[in-house]
């Protein structure tokens, strides 16, 4: 069975501090890879994905997150927070065929 | 995303009583899943479809059934509500390429409180 580790519940930040959110998972085969965000109040939104090639991705509002197959893991990060990035992350993994599978979820608070 | 919809966007029910939540979109993707949300728990899969004929289990059926009455509907009832069913609730739907690869979109979310 496919799983996902955050191993981060609850991250504060101040404004332009650098961020990096962990995420692990556990499944031996080829897996799809995404983060997703929920803003204060709103559904969850696609931050970005990874299916193949390039194992540094690029998503919307300047994060980014690498995919590194020997860890298992694929961590978020971007380099300067702003205030509106205050959020819940969840990463998600999926193997060819399977449901995604969700993360508990990492809350984010950026002080101004 | 307006494009999946969710309905009714709160509910407030006491227990013992039968409830549906209902998911529709208009994205024409064969794929739908249902999910709840707890604080500290993410999102759990509930019941997933792939396709109207299509029914799956996920992590947490016990207590919920779906229905699939169209590619793009998908029912979500708690026969007998109890109040550890209180929970926000998520529709998805996916789009899939050849290499079986997904994007879920989700809805606005059904928040639920059973007492």
């Known amino acids: 069975a496919q799983s996902v580790s955050q191993h981060n519940h609850h991250v504060i930040l101040s404004e332009a501090a650098s961020l990096e959110l962990g995420c692990n998972y556990s499944y031996g085969g080829t897996v799809n890879l995404f983060w997703y965000v929920q803003y204060p109040g709103q559904h969850l939104q696609l931050l970005l994905k990874?299916?193949?090639?390039?194992?540094l991705v690029k998503g919307i509002k300047g994060f980014e997150a690498e995919f590194i197959k020997s860890k298992f893991s694929f961590n978020l990060r971007k380099p300067s927070v702003q205030w509106s990035d205050t959020a819940e992350y969840f990463c998600a993994v999926n193997a060819l065929g399977r449901a995604l599978t969700f993360g508990s979820g990492t809350r984010l608070q950026v002080q101004p | 995303d307006a494009d999946v919809t969710q309905t009714p966007r709160n509910r407030i029910t006491k227990t013992g009583k039968r409830i549906m939540l209902e998911c529709s979109q208009t994205?024409?993707?064969?794929?739908m899943y249902w999910y709840r949300q707890d604080p500290g728990l993410g999102l759990q899969l509930i019941y997933y479809s792939f396709d109207v004929k299509d029914i799956n289990k996920g992590e947490i059926s016990d207590g919920y059934s779906v229905s699939r009455q169209a590619q793009a509907k998908f029912s979500l009832s708690l026969e007998s509500a109890i109040p550890n069913q209180t929970a926000l609730y998520f529709c998805?739907?996916?789009?899939?390429?050849?290499?079986?690869?997904?994007?879920?979109?989700f809805g606005p979310g059904t928040r639920l409180l059973v007492l």
């Open positions: 994205k024409g993707h064969d794929r």
């Open positions: 998805a739907t996916s789009d899939t390429s050849g290499q079986g690869l997904e994007t879920q979109y």
């Open positions: 990874y299916f193949s090639g390039d194992p």
